[in-house]
C-alpha cells in the first residue's frame, strides 16, 4: 500500500514555509517533523476505493463507472492498468493498517466504494453485506490500533447501473439515490466514525470526466477530446450543480438526523491549484481571479452564498444552472468544514480567443501556462503536470479564508514527498 503523511497545516502556513524555502527557489529543506507543528495535528495516511481495494469483482461488488472507463478506454491510462487489483487493500487492509500504526500514524483517510455496498446504486434494489462487513471490519480495525478513521462518500466511483439507467450525475435524480447511500452509510457506520467527506473533488471530477474526457465516465465534445459522447459546454456545469446538490442534500441529512448522537462533523473537499498572475498587469491579476473562481469558486462559492460566482453567471450564462429558492438556502453554509487539496500551480494570463465550439476549458477566457519567460514555475515532479510551488499553500488557504466562512482545512498537498493535510476540529 502507497503511505502517504498526513498532517494538519493551515495554523502552521508560515513554519512549514519558512522551513522548506530558501534562497533557491527549487531548492526544499526536509526538516520537517511531529515536533514541527502544534499539538492536535493528525498525521495519517489515505487513498481511494478503487485506487488501491482492488477485489472489483469479489464478494458481490459490481461495476463502477471506473471499471467500464478503463476497458473502454485503455490509451487514456498510461500504463494501460486497470483497478481490478490495485493494491489488494481488500484482503491486505489488517497487514497495511498495522504497518500505519508501526509508522505512528494517527489518521486514516478512504473512501467507501458505492458498487460495493450498494451494487445496483439504489438502495431499494439491495445491499450488498459482504462488502458492508469490509468496511465495518476496515473501521474496527483502525480504531483498535488508536487511527482515526475519515470516510469519503464519493470519490468519483459511481456505479455503472445508474450512469446506464439515467446518466449519473447528469440526471437530477442522482440527489435521492446520492442521499439514500449517504443515509445507509451514516446508519452503519457513523457510530465510530466522526469525520465524513461527501465528495472529493467534485470541480474534478466535473473538469475531467465531462469537460475533457481524460477520467471516467470520458464525456466531452469532440472538438475538445478523444470522446464518443458528451458535451463540453454544458455537461460539466449539469454535473457539478447535481454534486452540490446531492452533498447538501446528505449534509442536511446528517446534521438533523444523526449529528447529535453520533458528534461528527461534516464537509467536503475540493480540488485547488494557485494562480499566478503571468504579468503585473490588471488582465493578467483577473484573470487569475477568473481562474480561481472557474475552478474553486465553482464548489466553494455556492456552498458559502448558495449561488455560483458572478463570473461565471456573465461567462457562461443560460448554460450555468440556476438553483431555486429552496435548493439556495440547502446549499449555503452545508459544510461544518471545507476540505482543500492542494498541489501545484499554475501562471495565468488573459485569453483574448473566442470561439463558437464552447467548452468550460475555454469559458473563463484564461490562458494558463506553467512557464514565464522560458522558467517553469517550480520544480518539475515525477508527474508532467505537477511542479512544486509550495508558497501556493498559503495563497490558496488565504483566498479561500477570505472567501468563506468555513474552517479551512488543508486536506492534501502533494510534492515530491506527497504530504498530505487534515486538522482535527
Known amino acids: 500500500m502507497e503511505i502517504r503523511y498526513l498532517v494538519s ?79 489488494e487493500f481488500y484482503y491486505l487492509c489488517k497487514e497495511d493498517v498495522a504497518r500505519m500504526k508501526e509508522i505512528g500514524l494517527d489518521s486514516f483517510k478512504f473512501s467507501i466504494s458505492w458498487p460495493r455496498v450498494i451494487p445496483q446504486g439504489k438502495l431499494s434494489r439491495g445491499v450488498n453485506w459482504e462488502g458492508v462487513k469490509f468496511y465495518n471490519d476496515l473501521i474496527n480495525e483502525l480504531l483498535s490500533n488508536g487511527i482515526e478513521p475519515f470516510i469519503t462518500l464519493f470519490h468519483w466511483d459511481l456505479p455503472q447501473a445508474l450512469e ?34 461527501t465528495l472529493n473533488e467534485p ?38 450543480h447535481h454534486l452540490i446538490l446531492s452533498h447538501a442534500t446528505a449534509a442536511n441529512l446528517y446534521r438533523h438526523k444523526y449529528q447529535a448522537s453520533q458528534k461528527g462533523i461534516i464537509g467536503l473537499a475540493v480540488s485547488t491549484r494557485w494562480q499566478v498572475p503571468k504579468y503585473q498587469t490588471v488582465s493578467s491579476k483577473k484573470a487569475a481571479l477568473r481562474a480561481l473562481d472557474f475552478f474553486v469558486g465553482w464548489i466553494v462559492h455556492p456552498v458559502t452564498f448558495g449561488d455560483y460566482p458572478k463570473t461565471m453567471r456573465d461567462l457562461v450564462g443560460n448554460r450555468l444552472p440556476n438553483f431555486t429558492a429552496e435548493q439556495s438556502v440547502l446549499v449555503k453554509g452545508s459544510l461544518d468544514f ?11 494570463e488573459d485569453s483574448n480567443t473566442s470561439s463558437i465550439l464552447l467548452s468550460y ?41 477570505k472567501s468563506t466562512t468555513f474552517p479551512c482545512i488543508l486536506l492534501r498537498m502533494e510534492w515530491q514527498m506527497q504530504i498530505m493535510f487534515i486538522t482535527s476540529r
Open 9 to 87: 497545516c493551515v495554523l502552521a502556513l508560515d513554519l512549514l514555509l519558512s522551513t522548506t524555502e530558501s534562497s533557491n527557489p527549487f531548492h526544499y529543506s526536509t526538516k520537517l517533523n511531529r515536533s514541527s507543528f502544534p499539538a492536535g495535528f493528525l498525521f495519517g495516511a489515505g487513498s481511494s476505493a478503487y485506487q488501491y481495494e482492488g477485489a472489483a469483482y469479489a464478494d458481490g461488488r459490481k461495476r463502477s463507472i471506473w471499471d467500464t472507463f478503463v476497458i473502454e478506454n485503455p490509451e487514456k491510462i498510461a500504463d494501460h492498468s486497470t483497478g481490478d487489483v490495485a493494491d
Open 164 to 197: 446506464d439507467e439515467y446518466g449519473g450525475f447528469l440526471s437530477p435524480q442522482i440527489v435521492d439515490d446520492f442521499r439514500d447511500y449517504a443515509n445507509f452509510c451514516f446508519q452503519e457506520f457513523g457510530d465510530r466514525v466522526r469525520y465524513w467527506i
Open 203 to 240: 470541480n474534478l471530477f466535473s473538469k475531467s470526466g465531462y469537460a475533457t474526457g481524460e477520467y471516467a465516465p470520458g464525456r466531452c465534445s469532440n472538438y475538445i477530446g478523444n470522446c464518443t459522447e458528451g458535451n463540453s459546454g454544458t455537461e460539466p456545469y449539469m454535473v457539478t
Open 338 to 348: 471545507l476540505g482543500v487539496n492542494y498541489y501545484t500551480a499554475r501562471y495565468a
Open 361 to 401: 476549458t475555454t469559458d473563463s477566457h484564461v490562458n494558463e501556462t506553467v512557464e514565464k519567460n522560458g522558467i517553469p514555475i517550480g520544480e518539475l515532479t515525477g508527474a508532467s503536470w505537477l511542479y512544486m510551488y509550495p508558497k501556493g499553500i498559503r495563497e490558496i488557504a488565504m483566498y479561500i479564508r
